[in-house]
């Protein structure tokens, strides 16, 4: 995104929050409308009833007695002080019989009987001295005997009220629009700083800066949220980065030895004589060595692929059988090696697992635990089930590994310095903590009991 002070206008979040003003505002206005007609129309509504309604009051006082009866239902009108109606009855002559005012406002019409509406203003006398306009909205209409009647309804009280509610109205509408405004543009101000950080965050990263963090801050939203989980796919990713880097580095002087022996023997075969017996001599460490460098190959591959998720079909198995098996194979090792050994294996240890896999996994434990073992010294093997988990564990009475490096030799390709003249491609324990990982299980070092020796233990979820 572009940067400047308006840069956040042509984002999607000032779009948006333009939309929400521009419905929030349609909103304002329509409800206005429905409150502006729900009183002020409300309010016409009932003095149209109410006009009408007297006008036929009076209407059937002259069907049922003339003018006579007419103008007694008058007097008794007129003769209310507080009323909201004004009369004007007049003969054929033009002469006033009832009425509030000097003369008649308008003419009827020249029907006989039907009714004419019209409109006007009449002066009062108003508190103080002074005058008042009145508005009168009226029926008037022209009777059988050529007399006219005008009835009224003041409008006065009932203009104030919706001049009142109108001038309301026109001051609330406005300032709704004007608030539904600014609210959108300072959220969306607020949207598009969130994202422009996060963004700059995203581009620092591209640039080679694995180092940035995107922040987060104390609201908790869903922008916090998304800056917690890129900080945490960044966390992983320098990780990878590290990793990888260090696999290189590893890989790099891991095949250098026996690549550079291998160069060595073959230079040192050609400057001198060559037969039958030393040319077999030399191709057979020849392959010893390209065996340690495809094996090494062969286990970044599959521990590639048991990272992916490529390899490893899960199926109910028991491990009974297969800690065994393990247990029946390396025994003979340790013997040959004057290591004691023992193994404590439950009865069926049953989950769901891969067999090759977790066979792989076993066997690098107990590989290990073998070769950094010194003679004299102890390897315990135990398989157990407890609190719905089965525990694999193997335990020696070795050296051991330093408390700050049990984390570190999980990692691909780490060897302590001590290990460093045995054979091995590092990747060992890599390989069994990627096993667990395929397995929702965990794989757990530990110094052993007071403090000699070390603990491995894989640990996977057990069939219920």
Known sequence: MKSGPFAFVRTTTFRLALVYSILFALFSAGLLAYLFQATVGTMRSEAKARLEAEFRTLAVAWQAGGPTRLEQSLLERVLVDLRDFTYQFEDPNGRIIVGDM??????????????????????????????????????????????????????????????????????????????????????????????ESLTKTAEGVMSGDLSLRAPVGASGDEFDRLAEQLNAMLEKLETLMAATRHAGDSIAHDLRSPLSRLRNQLEARLRGPIDELSARETLGETVEEVDRVLATFNAILRLSRVNAGAEG????????????????????????????FTADIDRRLELAGDRTLLAQAVSNLLDNAVKYTPSGQAIRFSAKRHDGVVDISVEDTGPGIPETDLQRVKERFVRLDDARTLPGSGLGLALVDAVAELH??????????????????????AKA
């Open 102 to 195: 000097p003369r008649m406002p308008a003419p009827p019409g020249d029907e006989v009987g039907v009714p004419r509406i019209v409109t006007f203003e009449i002066e009062r006398p108003g508190p103080g001295g002074g005058a008042t306009i009145t508005p009168i909205e009226a029926r008037i209409v022209r009777l059988g005997d050529g007399s006219t009647l005008l009835v009224g309804i003041k409008m006065d009280e009932r203009i104030r009220q919706v001049n009142r509610i109108t001038r309301a109205v026109a001051t609330a509408a406005p300032i709704g629009f004007l608030l539904a405004l600014l609210g959108g543009f300072f959220s969306a101000r607020y949207a598009a700083s969130r994202a």
């Open 313 to 340: 079909k899960l199926v109910d198995l028991d491990l009974t059988e297969l800690c065994e098996e393990m247990a029946e194979l390396f025994e003979p090792a340790c013997e040959d090696e004057g290591i004691s």
């Open 440 to 461: 929702a299980g965990t794989f757990e070092l530990a110094r052993g009991n007071n403090e000699i020796g070390l603990r491995a233990t894989l640990i996977l979820p």
